[in-house]
């Protein structure tokens, strides 16, 4: 069965660099979530999207931005990259009409600031 | 806010003993519940979730978690740790909004 697809899986930058994640959902899946999951800690919820428009926004900083495109992927963009900014960034997806919104879960990006 | 308070950072079993893992939620209303497991450099794999048609719930990997309403917990077991049961665990909950909240995670160590 196909699943969330995130690119790339890997990626370093420099401090004050921007970085583009991208995250491809499940096919006929509706809603894309994002997580930042700081080593050794637990992931924290940053945005959500639902028919591309933004449904719940977490702790996400304001140099972070995302969206969700007409064919449902999603891109998270981070500017003025720093330190604290490495952590491992996870795509979810769902369909509102599945069972309980059960998020499935991409292989992450793990970024480094340097 | 929502939360969910997982007790022990890193857990070590011993192989073919029981694994438990204790999950607490703190809400007058039952969420929707979630356990996950993370391999190392890995994603997210769910383990089971709660359904509000069955307080006992079966997981993969012979995992399962029972929901407590008047304990607010589900905690996850298996009866017989295995050396690939290596990992981290995330107890995580739902309220509707989508979002999960998780908790810190178990780190499970499981000694031959």
């Known amino acids: 069965a196909a699943g969330v697809i995130q690119s790339p899986r890997h990626l370093i930058k420099e401090k004050r660099e921007t970085a583009t994640l991208k995250c491809y959902p499940i096919?006929?899946?509706?809603?894309v979530y994002w997580y930042q999951q700081g080593p050794g800690q637990d992931p924290q919820f940053l945005i959500s999207?639902?028919?591309?428009?933004?449904?719940d926004k977490g702790s996400i900083p304001d140099r972070f931005s995302a969206q969700q495109f007409s064919d449902y992927h999603s891109e998270l963009n981070m500017s003025s990259l720093e330190l604290g900014d490495s952590a491992l960034y996870f795509c979810a997806s769902s369909s509102l009409a599945g069972f309980y919104n059960e998020q499935f879960f991409g292989p992450g990006t793990r970024l480094t600031v340097l | 806010a929502q939360s969910v308070t997982q007790l022990g950072s890193h857990v070590s079993v011993s192989e073919g003993a029981l694994v438990l893992l204790r999950c607490n939620y703190s809400?007058?209303?039952?969420?929707?519940l979630f356990w996950y497991v993370q391999y190392p450099n890995q994603g997210l794999q769910l383990l089971l979730k709660y359904t509000s048609a069955a307080t006992l719930v079966k997981g993969i990997n012979g995992f399962e978690a029972e929901f407590k309403k008047s304990e607010t917990s589900f905690h996850l077991t298996k009866p017989s740790a295995h050396m690939s049961d290596a990992a981290e665990y995330f107890c995580a909950v739902s309220y509707g909004n989508n979002r999960l909240a998780f908790g810190k995670g178990n780190q499970v160590v499981v000694i031959p």
């Open positions: 096919p006929r899946h509706d809603t």
């Open positions: 809400s007058s209303v039952p969420p929707y």
């Open positions: 999207f639902y028919e591309k428009m933004q449904s």
